[in-house]
């Protein structure tokens, strides 16, 4: 069903030497059309969630719930990893008033994407990715860097380099999102960034952002 839905269907690199990939996952919005896509493609596609930065739990505890259910609905395997939060801080220690890109988001996808790395070194996987890149509000080209030099830290282990925004991947994300009814997140995740994004509404004469409230859904 789902490989009459998509014209353009997924190649794995030249390097792969079998079709087993895990995919970091921040979130089910941004992670929706990778899964459907690496499905319709016969990809063997593991889900691993570790996202220790998303603040508070309750926000963390609405995406990764999400996640698994959507995960749960197309048959894919999902490992749900710890919610260790004083990694994260010790991490950005110095970093709090760091912009949006800046040096702490590069700290908090190496963060991410070392126990990504670590988990599939242990567990055989040759190919990680993320579903961080989807997202126009990040910068692909730090990420894909936090990727590739995490990646070869570890022995036979590869980082997926895919522009998932081609293809209609950026707005199939939202069509997803909005079918689902997909938990609207207005903040990055972390607490730094919902700090941020407060103020800019409140200087906006907006309303602070209420965590579980907004839903994706259709016109």
Same mark, same amino acid.
């Given at each position: ?24 996952? !921040? !979130?089910?919005? !941004? ?33 990764? @719930? ?47 994407? @070392? ?30 860097? !936090? ?73």
């Amino acid at each position: 069903m789902l490989k009459q839905e998509y014209e353009y269907l997924l190649k794995l690199p030249d390097y792969a030497t079998d079709n087993r990939v895990l995919m970091h996952s !921040c !979130c089910a919005p !941004c992670a929706g059309d990778l899964m459907e896509r690496m499905i319709a493609s016969n990809i063997d596609l593991t889900i691993f969630f570790y996202n220790p930065n998303i603040h508070p739990k309750k926000e963390y505890l609405i995406r990764k @719930e999400e996640n698994i259910k959507f995960a749960e609905k197309l048959g894919i395997s999902f490992i749900d990893a710890d919610y260790d939060v004083q990694n994260w801080f010790s991490r950005a220690k110095g970093l709090e008033n760091e912009p949006e890109r800046g040096e702490r988001c590069t700290k908090c996808f190496d963060m991410r994407f @070392e126990r990504t790395a670590l988990y599939a070194f242990e567990n055989n996987f040759k190919i990680i990715t993320s579903s961080l890149g989807i997202s126009r509000w990040k910068n692909m080209d730090q990420i894909n860097d !936090c990727g590739l030099r995490v990646a070869k830290k570890y022995e036979g282990i590869n980082y997926w380099t895919y522009n998932w925004r081609k293809a209609g991947g950026a707005s199939r994300m939202y069509e997803i999102a909005k079918k689902e009814e997909f938990y609207k997140q207005e903040y990055c995740g972390c607490i730094y960034s919902l700090r941020d994004s407060n103020e800019w509404r409140r200087k906006n004469n907006r309303e602070e952002i209420e965590i579980g409230e907004e839903f994706y859904k259709f016109d």
